[in-house]
């Protein structure tokens, strides 16, 4: 297992949680929520290991990780039915495979264009509303 102690997905940390709350573990990820949510419903998918590139993965890690990405999108869609799924992998600080699920709306916020990664004013929810996300997130992750 690839493990960097320097870094909040894989220690876990408060760094970690201050951003996501963990919604449930995939096949070789886990799906958080997103806390900053201007774009309603948005996820972070985050890839079980500490691989910084796509081409790591073993065969088997890379198909599984497409298939936690198809469900975690599905969930996203089922919870908040967005019109599109912007999907951003980026990571060029902390270096763990991590793909942010961005539902947009259409012609609502960044519609056509690029997400922003950390909107100001961030948008956070009241701890009701993202139980209620979580809840929905979760229900859509069934089979
Ligand atoms: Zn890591």
Known sequence: MRHDASCFYCVKDQRRDDLMIQVAPLEVSTLFLFREQSYRGRCIVAFRDHARELFELTPEELGAYARDLAR?????????????????????????????????????????????????????????????????????LAP
């Not at 942010?100 to 056509?112: C, F, Q």
């Open 72 to 140: 975690a999108a599905r969930a996203v869609q089922g919870a908040v039915s967005p019109d599109k799924i912007n999907y951003g992998a980026f990571a060029d600080k902390q270096g763990h495979l991590h793909v942010h699920l961005v539902p947009k709306v259409k012609d609502g916020k960044s519609w056509g264009g690029m997400f922003e990664m950390m909107p100001e004013p961030r948008e956070l929810l009241q701890p009701d509303e993202y139980q209620g996300l979580v809840t929905r997130l979760r229900a859509g």
